[in-house]
């Protein structure tokens, strides 16, 4: 089977917005518990987790300790992003895990949960992940590929209780994020 997207209508297509969790809150360096795809409780935060990244500016995806809640779900929609090759559309997966990795690169990654900051961070090109269809449990796979790839090792990551600042090879590997200024002619 292939990614889920959600569907009009359905539990996961409406949920509610909820804030976000910031560094260095005890969640986003906790390793999050495998949840029962099928419990009510988990599609609901499954619908808030997909309606928080769909409200949260530049976000394109979240885990749900992002949101307070140290289960292992996550969302990822990258289909607006430029450097998007592979785009399962918006996805949202019960107790993922990654299966297979290749390729792997550094590349500039930033977090909602660490505003204003960048850093470099090797990881897979091509990925494999597989977990379960919150509502179903039905078995879910993933194959991606360059931006979607990157996102979706960056929620596992979030899952696992560790930052992408975890990941960057040193201090020279990270920057201050500069708020893009207009300049007015005179």
Do not use: Y
């Not at 808030?48 to 976000?59: E, F, I, P, Y």
């Amino acid at each position: 089977m292939t990614a889920f997207r959600p569907a009009r209508g359905t539990a996961l297509a409406s949920g509610t917005p909820r804030p976000l969790v910031g560094a260095p809150h005890p969640l986003l360096t906790s390793r999050a518990d495998p949840v029962d795809p099928a419990d009510p409780r988990v599609v609901a935060v499954a619908a808030d987790l997909l309606a928080t990244m769909r409200h949260s500016r530049g976000c394109m995806g979240l885990a749900a300790p992002q949101i307070g809640v140290g289960w292992r779900l996550l969302s990822v929609d990258v289909s607006r992003h430029p450097r998007a090759r592979s785009c399962a559309g918006e996805l949202v997966m019960a107790n993922p895990r990654l299966v297979a990795a290749s390729r792997w690169e550094p590349a500039r990654e930033g977090c909602v949960s660490v505003p204003g900051l960048v850093g470099d961070v090797p990881r897979a090109t091509r990925i494999t992940v597989r977990g379960e269809h919150p509502g179903t449990g039905a078995s879910l796979t993933v194959h991606a590929d360059a931006f979607e790839a990157r996102c979706i090792q960056h929620q596992l990551d979030h899952l696992d209780g560790v930052l992408f600042l975890d990941r960057v090879p040193g201090a020279w590997a990270v920057r201050r994020l500069e708020k893009r200024v207009k300049r007015r002619m005179a």
